[in-house]
């Protein structure tokens, strides 16, 4: 049987800059992962962002509803000589709360 021709082995100057060479691929990969990470992190941040504001925006159109309700009962409330059959009589702003289901929120307008 013929023999194969033995591999040359590599110096090891030509080990080393092999070895040289994954350390700067692996080095460009982990820059790589990092921003990737950083990107995911910051398009995150930039959700929430906007989901914290969207709740905002939503929580201020709940206090403006319930201050333009506030301001109609308080409308409502002033000529006081009035007797409003809802549940009873009303005669104060407390009352008209009570009555009207506030707190609860069980009663109706």
Partial sequence: AAMLPERPRPRASEVHVQIQGLAAAEARAEARAEVIGYQML??????????????????????????????????????????YKAKGSVGSLEEAVIVFGGGGGGGRL
């Fill in 42 to 83: 910051r398009n995150m941040h930039n959700t929430m962002a906007k989901g914290v504001a969207g709740a905002e925006d939503v929580a201020q159109a709940a206090l403006h509803t319930a201050d333009e309700v506030a301001k109609a009962v308080h409308a409502a409330m002033l000529p006081r000589d009035r007797v």
